[in-house]
Structure formats: structure tokens, C-alpha cells
């Protein structure tokens, strides 16, 4: 790195053209600005958390402090070969997906198994297919590995969905990879199994890598169903590169586990770079994680019922408000209305444009926190989500309501 500058004044620094090419966070200025109101004392409703507000269950626990007093303190965890068995279990029995050991990754979070996967595959030149609304961290990854996202829209018409002919249409020489999420963050929709039927049909077609990120596959409402991807065709498995963690389905968020399972050679590509930055998961975490597949799921059950009924009261709460409209989400933990009704207005004293000043303004007018839609694909939308007490919700969508109407 050549650093100008060094001998007198201040040094400037060059950053590498890769990181350049990424989008700071356009949320993080509103958490930020929600946790410095909070430290001055002023009560704000977080709808911001992407992560489940109840504890990791207790028997998870006490298998990671068991490690640690074990000794399981090592780079190789004890549990290591134990974790990826009981993945493979899983897979087997829930996802109907048969994986070797050498077929399944651990990394620090699905977030870091994304990434090894994205980077193992997709370089300069590649194009990689995103249906929009995204999980903000999707495009990043893609531009980091020097690639390019190309969006594919869906609105609340749709179901937020992309269809099998959107898919084939979008698809084209450069075309890499698919990234598909199923139950979606933002937007709470879900791919019913008769539609990944058919967007795997063309996946096969194409014969189009894809990632299936399925962190959210437990949170499922309405009797909404689930089917894997790699399950949907008996082309997808070769095809298929299967995501999941237990940050969201057993409240682990800070314990960095989530699992990539897919083709061989596309998982030992990502394991030698990972052996090259992070290594493994932490020890004592990989033991805390095979206690949470090992055990019974009625934790699992008790967590989804409870978003539940959040659910159903906010969407409720929604349907009642004038300028919002929402498509009811059917998985996950989030709502996503549509409030672009309110742009151009004045709002807290403020000209409300699009969703980063709507959200700038409901924070200080309301003393609310949501994520804007903008960062999302979805400008016209701001994100709720529940993963929040009732007390918490009933309180923040009333303040949320009487500040539209400008009570
Ligand atoms: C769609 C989606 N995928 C992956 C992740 C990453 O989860 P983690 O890295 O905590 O396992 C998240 C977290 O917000 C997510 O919403």
C-alpha cells in the first residue's frame, strides 16, 4: 500500500478498488442515531432487530460451558465431526437432501457461508441473479467478489415472488448464479412448494448455480409449507449449494453458526479460503450447536408460535392504518409495508422523500425505529420487525400510528 503523505501532514491512504465498490451500510446512520436517543434517555421502540429477542434455550448453553470446562478450548473442536453429522441428519430427515461430510462447511454465521460461497465461485465478468427485494448483504457480497448483481423486481402484486419466466428471461451467457431466499427477509414471503418446483425447472434448464440461503425455513405461518430447493428437482442437488444457521431458529445470533451444503468441489473451494482467513467456528459455539440439533425441537416450536401471534397482531394493526399497505408476510419475522403514500409530505418538521427520511423522521417524531426499504431494493417500503415483545409492538405501532395522522 503506498501511503502519501507520510512525511508531514496527514497520510492518505488508498483502499483497495474491491472495498470501493461497497455500499456502506445506508441503515447503520439510524441505529445509530436510535442508540445515541436511548443513551440520552428518550424511549425509543426498536422494530430494527434482525434477530430474535429470546434467550439462547438453556440446554444449549449449558452443552457450550460443558466444552469450555471440558477443556474444548482448541482449534479443532471436539464436537467438530459430531456438528457436521447431526447437519447431515438434519438435512436428511428435514430436507430430504443425503450430504457427506465432505459435502457440508461450518463457518462463522450462514452470513460467512454466503460470502466463502459467493467468492469460491463468482469473479469479474460473472453476473449474479437477485430477485428484489434482497437481503441487503446479497449485492455486497456479490461486488466484493468482483461481480455483478443484476435485480430481478417483484412487487406486492406478485407476492414479492419471481416467476419461472422472469427467472428464464433474466438469464443469459454472463449468468453465474441465483441467489434465492425462502422465507424472504425483507418482505416475510414464501415460496410455496409448487413454485420451487417451478423456478427449479428452469434452473435445471439452464443448468444455473444457486444459492438456497434457508435460514428462516422454520418460521413458517398460515400453514405455509416449505420444500428445499435441491429437493425441488432431481437436477438441483448437483445444482444447489444449500444455506442454513441457527442464529434465527434458536436464538443464537451471536454464536456465529450456520452451514453450507453442496457439490463437493464448490465446498472444498470455500473451506480453503476459509482455512485461510477464520478456520473454524469457535470451539465451545460447534458444541453449543450440536446440543441444539441433538435435542428436542420443542423450543424451536414455542419461538415461532409466539412471532405467531406478533404476526397476526401487526398485520392486523396495519390493515388498519391509512397510507400503509401490506402484503402478509407468511414467514420469518418481519412486516414490509409499503408507506410511499406519506412521501412528499412533512412529517416531524422534515420533507419526507423516500424511505431513509421517512424513517429518519418516524425515529424522531415517533421515537420509532424501522430499517428503510431503500438498502433492501424496495424505496417505497420500510422494515418492522417483530422479533420484539407484545408490550414493545402495541406501544411502538401506536406511537407509529398517531404520528402518520399527525396526532
Ligand atoms: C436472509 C438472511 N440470510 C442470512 C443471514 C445471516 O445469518 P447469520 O450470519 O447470523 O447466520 C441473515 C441475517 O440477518 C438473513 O436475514
Known amino acids: 500500500m503506498s501511503i502519501s503523505g507520510a512525511s508531514g501532514g496527514k497520510p492518505e491512504y488508498r483502499l483497495a478498488d ?6 456502506p451500510s445506508a441503515t447503520l446512520a439510524i441505529s445509530a442515531k436510535a442508540k445515541k436517543m436511548k443513551a440520552e434517555g428518550i424511549d425509543v421502540i426498536g422494530f430494527g432487530a434482525g434477530e430474535p429477542d429470546f434467550d439462547t434455550p438453556a440446554h444449549i448453553k449449558a452443552a457450550a460451558i460443558a466444552a469450555l470446562n471440558a477443556g474444548d478450548t482448541k482449534y479443532l473442536a471436539r464436537k467438530g465431526a459430531a456438528l457436521v453429522d447431526l447437519i447431515a441428519r438434519k438435512l436428511k430427515e428435514e430436507n430430504g437432501l443425503s450430504y457427506d461430510r465432505a459435502q457440508i462447511l461450518v463457518s462463522n454465521g450462514a452470513k460467512h457461508s454466503i460470502y466463502n460461497i459467493i467468492q469460491a465461485v463468482c469473479g469479474p465478468g460473472d453476473e449474479v441473479l437477485i430477485p428484489a427485494p434482497y437481503w441487503v448483504s446479497y449485492p455486497e457480497m456479490v461486488r466484493l467478489a468482483g461481480a455483478t448483481p443484476v435485480f430481478l423486481p417483484t412487487d406486492a ?3 414479492f415472488k419471481v416467476s419461472p419466466a422472469q427467472l428464464d428471461a433474466a438469464t443469459g451467457p454472463r449468468t453465474r448464479l441465483f441467489i434465492f431466499n425462502s422465507p424472504s427477509n425483507p418482505t416475510g414471503a414464501v415460496y410455496e412448494p409448487d ?4 423456478l ?3 434452473l435445471a434448464k439452464r443448468r444455473l448455480l444457486t444459492i438456497s440461503d434457508e435460514i428462516y425455513e422454520h418460521l413458517l405461518y398460515d400453514g405455509a409449507k416449505f420444500l428445499s430447493l435441491a429437493a425441488a428437482h432431481p437436477a438441483m442437488k448437483d445444482l444447489t449449494v444449500t444455506i442454513n444457521g441457527h442464529s434465527k431458529t434458536y436464538a443464537m445470533t451471536g454464536w456465529r453458526i450456520g452451514y453450507a451444503a453442496g457439490p463437493e468441489p464448490i465446498i472444498s473451494a470455500a473451506r480453503k479460503l476459509q482455512d485461510h482467513s477464520t478456520s473454524d467456528p469457535v470451539s465451545f459455539a460447534i458444541a453449543g450447536a450440536a446440543a441444539a440439533l441433538e435435542a428436542s425441537q420443542e423450543e424451536r416450536e414455542r419461538m415461532r408460535a409466539e412471532f405467531d401471534v406478533r404476526r397476526r397482531y401487526m398485520v392486523d394493526r396495519f390493515r388498519r392504518m391509512k397510507g400503509v399497505q401490506l402484503a402478509t408476510p407468511r414467514g420469518a419475522f418481519y412486516a414490509f409495508p409499503d408507506v410511499s ?4 409530505r412533512k412529517l416531524s418538521g422534515m420533507d419526507v422523500k423516500d424511505s431513509l427520511t421517512f424513517a429518519e423522521a418516524c425515529l424522531v417524531g415517533a421515537r420509532v425505529a424501522v430499517v428503510p426499504g ?3 431494493g424496495a424505496d417505497g417500503f420500510v422494515r418492522f420487525s417483530y422479533a420484539t415483545d407484545m408490550a414493545s409492538i402495541r406501544e411502538g405501532l401506536d406511537r407509529f400510528e398517531k404520528w402518520l395522522e399527525g396526532r
Open 341 to 344: 403514500a406519506h412521501y412528499g
Open 157 to 159: 402484486g406478485s407476492g
Open 195 to 198: 413454485e420451487v418446483r417451478a
Open 200 to 202: 427449479a425447472a428452469v
Open 374 to 376: 431503500g438498502p433492501f
Open 18 to 23: 474491491r472495498i470501493q465498490q461497497v455500499a
